[in-house]
């Protein structure tokens, strides 16, 4: 099993940039992929980006491309999500999710990944 606990969310103006960091612990060597999912109020949760673990192997949803950048940095066990020009729509719940299955790619529905952070709000005034 993997602990992932989040951090870096807060209230931010649109237009403006948030970091949002995982850290993850536990049987890390297992993981292969790290995403990123959100859910916004009375919304599902939606993939917003991922990751390969040992590769450079990246996918993000439509609405955040160019806007958003996934990385990690193996040394210390983290996931980055940063976000540039927030918008209000991007207000939500997000979660760090690690997918300790060898896939093909990288997946973007939740139910394949089997550990979860507790989620950091972010919310995007405008």
């Known amino acids: 099993q993997v602990q992932l606990v989040e951090s870096g969310g807060g209230s931010v103006q649109a237009g403006g940039s948030l970091r949002l960091s995982c850290t993850a612990s536990?049987?890390?060597?297992?993981?292969?992929?790290m995403a990123w999912f959100r859910q916004a109020p009375r919304k599902g949760r939606e993939f917003v980006a991922g990751?390969?673990?040992?590769?450079?192997?990246?996918n993000y949803a439509d609405s955040v491309k160019g806007r958003f950048t996934i990385s990690r940095d193996n040394a210390k066990n983290t996931v980055y999500l940063q976000m540039n020009n927030l918008k209000s729509e991007d207000t939500a719940v997000y979660y760090c999710?690690?997918?300790?299955?060898?896939?093909?790619?990288?997946?973007?529905?939740?139910?394949?990944?089997?550990?979860w952070g507790q989620g950091t709000q972010v919310t995007v005034s405008s």
């Open positions: 999710a690690a997918d300790s299955v060898l896939r093909s790619g990288i997946v973007t529905t939740e139910v394949h990944y089997a550990d």
């Open positions: 990751i390969w673990w040992g590769g450079e192997r990246t």
């Open positions: 536990g049987r890390t060597s297992t993981t292969y992929t």
